[in-house]
């Protein structure tokens, strides 16, 4: 059984006119999992996107309902002064946060608790036995987060605050991130760089040709940390083959020997061909084969826990339609 958690009101969370990290990417992914049988409600029926055919659900994903997170959890991850930052901006009216890409509005604050509070509900629900994987599909997006900053259009680390609340409150203790956006998950390896108990790799385009411009092989965690960290870099025009064989060759042997207990995705869609932010040639069942060989690791180690969380992915039409076969992936 699949979770569903999302709300329309990830779209209150307003960037900059043509940003393009915006409200409708959400709209995009509801409309995407109602025509393919996913889902059933319908928040936003003056929208509309030509999405052409897309394959079928097998079993409808159970739509959850959740609050915002509570404040420390967000405290479990980051800085008081981040934290305190974020609210003050948004009380402000709105802002533009680190080097200028990371627009707030005045309800982004409250927005961004609701997108922890949905993956929270996530790890829940699968930790319960109410779903066995589940998806989240939040703005706004949180995997360049660092601790003691917001950066790359994240406020929060949606994941890492996921990662800290499995271990704090259902007690794990081995947790892999695998994160698949196009971009390196920065904010996501400062918080567990030095950790053993998390296992991080991100997959991603090389840092010499892609923002934020880290993420290099050698970045493999520090002190206790040493080895629980992976960065794999690809060069402009790779696609679904290259991935795989990655996956296949250097993540999955990884996972064995790390036996996690639960798996948590960083699940970008930026790596898609159509993308506007970067050079990687994904299609959308790339997506649903880099999913399936994921949930098999899952399903052999974690009882096939998986929560995935949603991170990047601007082209609406590519987003809708990846995110649909990364659904049929993980079993739905
Ligand atoms: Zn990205």
Sequence with gaps: MLGFCSSPRFTEHQTTLAHPERPDRIRAIWTALREAGFIDSNPFPDFSLDLGPLPKAKHKAVELAFGPAANKWIASVHTRRHIEYVERMSLLGGGILDQGDTPVGPESYEIALLAVGAVLRSCDAVMKGEVKRCFAAVRPPGHHADPDRPMGFCLFSNIAIAAKYLQQAHGIKRIAIVDFDVHHGNGTQACFEDDPSVFFCSLHQHPHTAYPGSGFDWEIGVGPGK??????????????????????????????????????????????????????????????????????????????????????????????????????????
């Design 227 to 332: 080895g629980f960290t992976k960065n794999i870099g690809f060069n402009p025009g790779a696609g679904d083959d290259e991935y795989l064989s990655v996956i296949e060759t250097q993540v999955i042997p990884d996972l064995e020997q790390f036996r996690p207990e639960v798996l948590l995705l960083s699940a970008g869609f930026d790596g898609h061909k159509d993308d506007p932010l970067a050079q990687i040639n994904l299609t959308e069942h790339g997506f649903e084969r880099i999913t399936r060989a994921l949930a098999a690791q899952a399903d052999h180690h974690c009882h096939g826990h998986i929560v995935s969380v949603l991170e990047g992915g601007y082209n609406l039409h590519a987003l809708g339609r990846s995110v649909v076969r990364h659904l049929i992936g993980l079993g739905g």
